[in-house]
């Protein structure tokens, strides 16, 4: 099993920045790609990045695209979500999630239980 706790949510002011890190455990990190998802009330949960095992290949959504920046440190056994310039539409649940194969679907192994993030107008 591996174990995934995503941080670094919280309140921010539109235009402002935060970093998600998601720390894994009990298991090669290094081996799983990583993702990170989000889920605001009411609506379906949509893919926002992913980054492959060696940290080479990075995929975003349209919607985040030269605002967020996906990262790795396999030392660390971390992932990272950088957010900048966010808005209000950004608000949600963030997961990270990890997976054998690289992808930006949903259909991945493991899963954090996410943060919440809230940005204001």
């Known amino acids: 099993q591996l174990q995934l706790v995503e941080s670094g949510g919280g309140f921010v002011q539109a235009g402002g920045s935060l970093r998600l890190s998601c720390a894994a455990s009990?298991?090669?990190?290094?081996?799983?790609?990583m993702g990170w998802f989000r889920q605001a009330p009411g609506k379906e949960r949509e893919f926002v990045a992913a980054?492959?095992?060696?940290?080479?290949?990075?995929t975003y959504a349209d919607s985040v695209n030269g605002r967020f920046t996906i990262s790795r440190d396999s030392a660390k056994n971390t992932g990272y979500l950088k957010m900048n310039s966010l808005k209000p539409e950004d608000s949600a649940v963030y997961y990270c999630?990890?997976?054998?194969?690289?992808?930006?679907?949903?259909?991945?192994?493991?899963w954090g239980q996410g943060t919440q993030v809230t940005v204001s107008s």
């Open positions: 980054i492959n095992t060696d940290g080479r290949r990075t």
């Open positions: 999630a990890a997976s054998l194969v690289y992808g930006t679907n949903g259909n991945y192994d493991y």
């Open positions: 009990g298991r090669t990190f290094s081996s799983y790609a």
